[in-house]
């Protein structure tokens, strides 16, 4: 089997790169300076020379706020080039794998929001994942959606990250306690997407750690494993307004997941445990 990755800079491609090379798959992890998504020709030349059996697809427009303003950039990236990498799969009879958001649901569904529920999302940035997501649909038979949320890894920048920096300078921190959803841990992730697209149970999934917590929660737990002193002050999200809306209900269900018979990640506490383990600030 011989996989390219794209956006392999990313924290999440990142892992999915290192996965590949512990389990001795062949893998080409991609990056800007191999072809630029937005270029349809480039990409089209690099992957039809690569040849590939499975693409995934891990490159997108993730500044969420920034995409409220860059809406047209955001609709190339993540929806337009989406469905030209559909399109070159078809071509070469390559599966994919691509990775949406829990950002396609509007977060109004009262518990656990499922692979078939109704997307409304109420952001640019979520607007374009999903169309993302209706390409990858229309366009092949051989193809995995994984829907994602919170996501934290060794390599870029992420909500952990932020509040260890943010410890070391305050005392106190605001953070919204309204918005609820379950971190995800890219280095649990990236074996399981790899077992994946190994198999052939296509079809749209929900992956993110397990356990349920809000944002202020998340901090509090990030301070807690990492011994620093901070107060979290519970605020809404209605007191800390931001350029792009954000659903308060993220839960995502793995029912699915686990009715194809794939693990399960584990708790997010422990995966933060790990992280902050491997990475010294």
């Known amino acids: 089997m011989k996989i390219l990755v794209t956006g392999a800079n990313g924290q999440l491609g990142y892992d999915v790169v290192q996965e590949m090379k512990k389990q001795n798959i062949e893998c080409y992890g991609a990056t800007r300076k191999d072809f630029d998504l937005i270029d349809f020709e480039a990409t089209e030349k ?11 697809h891990c490159a997108a427009y993730t500044a969420v ?12 990236v993540n929806a337009s080039a989406t469905e030209n990498i559909a399109e070159i799969c078809k071509k070469i009879n390559a599966k994919m794998l691509y990775i949406s958001t829990d950002y396609v649901f509007d977060g109004t569904k009262e518990g ?54 943010l410890g070391k300078e305050h005392k106190e921190l605001n953070i919204v306690a309204d918005q ?3 971190p995800t841990y ?18 749209i999934y929900h992956v993110t750690n397990e356990g349920v917590c809000t944002w202020a929660e998340f901090a509090e737990e990030i301070f807690k494993i990492s011994g620093l002193n901070v107060k979290i002050n ?24 686990v009715k194809n ?21």
């Open 180 to 182: 609820y959803g379950s």
């Open 234 to 257: 519970h605020i809404t999200t209605a007191e800390y307004p931001t350029m792009a809306k954000r659903p308060l209900n993220s839960r995502l269900s793995k029912t699915k997941l």
């Open 186 to 203: 890219t280095a649990d992730l990236a074996p399981l997407l790899v077992d994946m697209v190994k198999t052939d149970k296509y079809g």
């Open 46 to 56: 690099f992957i039809v020379n690569y040849m590939p059996d499975v693409v995934i």
């Open 65 to 76: 706020d920034k995409a409220e303003d860059e809406q047209g950039l955001c609709y190339l």
């Open 112 to 165: 656990f929001y499922e692979v078939d529920d109704i997307q409304n999302p109420i952001n640019v940035y979520g607007k374009t994942k999903l169309l993302g997501e209706q390409a990858v649909q229309k366009v092949l038979e051989k193809y995995f959606i994984v829907r994602i949320s919170w996501v934290f890894g060794e390599h870029g920048n992420n909500f952990v990250k932020t509040m260890l920096k």
């Open 261 to 281: 018979n794939f693990n399960t990640l584990p708790d997010w506490q422990v995966a933060l445990n790990d992280f902050i383990d491997k990475v010294s600030f």
